[in-house]
């Protein structure tokens, strides 16, 4: 399975860009991107690891070899910390799993709309 398409998705909206912004940052035009996103063409060496940098990701992970993210990993601790600060230290965390579940879905509830 190729994970590239998911992955370019999944990091682009995580990190709120548009395709034509990723496009722009990379050196490639938009339809270029869009094929990565779709799957109906894989990125040239160099643009690949344009994409890496920029996602802040290693190319093995957007290639699907490496199944940890550190970027994400390093966001979610940090959303976590922010939860906790304004909700207390007494949530379980299963709950905060719950609470970062039903954000994710609400952040990309009105975001699945657009590109």
């Keep these: 399975m190729n994970n590239l398409p998911f992955r370019l998705k999944m990091l ?10 990723v496009a722009q940052k990379i050196g490639v035009t938009r339809p270029a991107y869009t094929s990565y996103e779709t799957g109906k063409r894989e990125p040239a060496y160099e643009n690949l690891i344009s ?3 920029l996602f802040e990701v290693s190319t093995d992970y957007l290639l699907g070899k490496q199944s940890s ?5 390093k966001k979610l601790r940090e959303k976590t910390d922010a939860i906790a600060i304004h ?3 007494e949530i379980t965390d299963e709950e905060m799993k ?14 699945d709309r657009s590109n």
Excluded: P
């Design 87 to 89: 909700i207390g230290d």
């Design 12 to 21: 682009r909206k995580s990190f709120k860009m548009t395709q034509a912004e």
């Design 51 to 53: 994409l890496a940098e």
């Design 98 to 111: 719950e609470i970062l579940t039903f954000i994710d879905f609400i952040k990309h509830r009105d975001g």
């Design 69 to 73: 993210n550190v970027a994400i990993e």
